[in-house]
Structure formats: structure tokens, C-alpha cells
């Protein structure tokens, strides 16, 4: 399962986007459980497999659009406490959903 965490500049922190628009971090890609294409349906972390679901595209906001559901990555209530589980919604632009992307 994928949380909010405080920013401590961890190697566990430093996702990338690869060739493929997977979000990968230590042999991992950041997914959607079950290949949900609902709203709320979890983050988690996986398997990078040729699936639509570990597959995330940058939108002009900076905002990671799954490429399965077209559901943005979300801070479900845009709370930043520590230990909220991320989740898919629809793309609203709120600041739950903007992610920096370097």
C-alpha cells in the first residue's frame, strides 16, 4: 500500500518514470489494485508487468493520470497526514493531486 509520508529525501522516496510511464521505485511499480478503473479504488505497489494499470502519464497540472482508468493519483481529501492511503479519483485539479514531478 502506497502512503503520505513526510519528505526525508529517502532513496524509498525517489520514484522514476520510465521509458514505458511506469512510476518504478527498487524493482517496484506504483499500481492500481486489481486494475480498478473506480473512484477510490487503491494505490499500491507491485509488480511492473505490461499492464495499462502501472502505466502513469504526466497531465499539464502535474497531475499522475493512470493510463487504465484515465483516474488521477489522490491524497483522498487533499489532508497530507501521514499514513493516508493514496487512491484513484476523478481529475479534479485539487491539491491532493498535484504531484512534483523532477
Known amino acids: 500500500m502506497i502512503n503520505i509520508y513526510t519528505c526525508i529525501g529517502s532513496a524509498q522516496q525517489n ?3 520510465r521509458w514505458n510511464d511506469t512510476l518504478t521505485i527498487q524493482e517496484g ?8 478503473k473506480l473512484d477510490g479504488a487503491l494505490i ?3 509488480g511492473c508487468y505490461s ?3 502501472t502505466e502513469w502519464i504526466i497531465g499539464p497540472h502535474g497531475q499522475l493520470e493512470n493510463v487504465n482508468s484515465g483516474l488521477c ?4 481529501g487533499n489532508t ?3 499514513g493516508t492511503q493514496l487512491v484513484q479519483e476523478d481529475c479534479y485539479g485539487q ?3 498535484i504531484w512534483a514531478v523532477t
Open 80 to 82: 497530507t497526514t501521514i
Open 44 to 46: 499500491d505497489f507491485g
Open 95 to 97: 491539491p491532493g493531486e
Open 73 to 76: 493519483l489522490d491524497d483522498p
Open 29 to 36: 511499480c506504483l499500481d492500481v489494485t486489481g486494475s480498478s
Open 15 to 17: 520514484w522514476v518514470v
Open 51 to 53: 499492464h495499462t494499470d
